[in-house]
T-cell receptor, first 115, second 113 residues
Framework: DAGVIQSPRHEVTEMGQEVTLRCKPI?????LFWYRQTMMRGLELLIY????????DSGMPEDRFSAKMPNASFSTLKIQPSEPRDSAVYFC?????????????FGPGTRLTVL | SQKIEQNSEALNIQEGKTATLTCNYT??????LQWYRQDPGRGPVFLLL?????KEKRKERLKVTFDTTLKQSLFHITASQPADSATYLC????????????FGQGTTLQVKP
């Protein structure tokens, strides 16, 4: 398996624009996680899905952020409108069943810069 | 809510020595604890998991301990090499253990040749 795939790897946009980040989890993994990493706040969980259903979105900063998982092999994280404070590295991760001690597999991340 | 403390200062050691990284947590005792490695520009990579009923776990040159009384985990790398230089993150599940992990800020290790 190719591992967790994320696109784009880098995104530079201007404030107010819509940004869409994409993720393809490892085949067979039932859980998908979206994280944001910054120097100040570290690695923060934004939202996670189980079998394509959002389970916990308490980490989503505000209504400008939304995430979807239309099928088991694809998820998107959208920011609309984007702001400079959204600049961060966004990671997608997948897991078999983390409640049974399974580890999370992370993608390479998308580095987002909002000017 | 759970809080995790990892030494924010970088750890610099000489090649061949043992590196010891600390992860302290407050509040409830988790069912398990995980350690991840993160290299610059990459996502975290899972290294080891230790369960609450295990005191020690080993994998090659890595050793993790879990002291639920002290609410602390120690991560050791023996015979360290420059290739071990990276940031190491500890992660704990939430009390409900539904799959959500809380990550520490990480400790950066620099192994000098």
């Amino acid at each position: 398996d190719a591992g967790v795939i994320q696109s784009p790897r880098h995104e530079v946009t201007e404030m107010g624009q819509e940004v869409t980040l994409r993720c393809k989890p490892i085949s067979g993994h039932d859980y998908l996680f979206w994280y944001r990493q910054t120097m100040m706040r570290g690695l923060e969980l934004l939202i996670y899905f189980n079998n394509n259903v959002p389970i916990d979105d308490s980490g989503m900063p505000e209504d400008r952020f939304s995430a979807k998982m239309p099928n088991a092999s694809f998820s998107t994280l959208k920011i609309q409108p984007s702001e400079p404070r959204d600049s961060a590295v966004y990671f997608c991760a997948s897991s078999l069943d983390p409640g049974r001690y399974n580890e999370q597999f992370f993608g390479p991340g998308t580095r987002l810069t909002v000017l | 809510s759970q809080k995790i403390e990892q030494n924010s200062e970088a750890l610099n050691i000489q090649e061949g020595k043992t590196a010891t990284l600390t992860c302290n947590y407050t509040n409830y005792s988790p069912a398990y604890l995980q350690w991840y490695r993160q290299d610059p520009g990459r996502g975290p990579v899972f290294l080891l998991l230790i369960r609450e009923n295990e005191k020690e776990k080993r994998k090659e040159r890595l050793k993790v301990t879990f002291d639920t009384t002290l609410k602390q985990s120690l991560f050791h790398i023996t015979a360290s090499q420059p290739a071990d230089s990276a940031t190491y993150l500890c992660a704990l599940p939430t009390r409900s253990n539904t799959g959500k992990l809380i990550f520490g800020q990480g400790t950066t290790l620099q192994v000098k040749p």
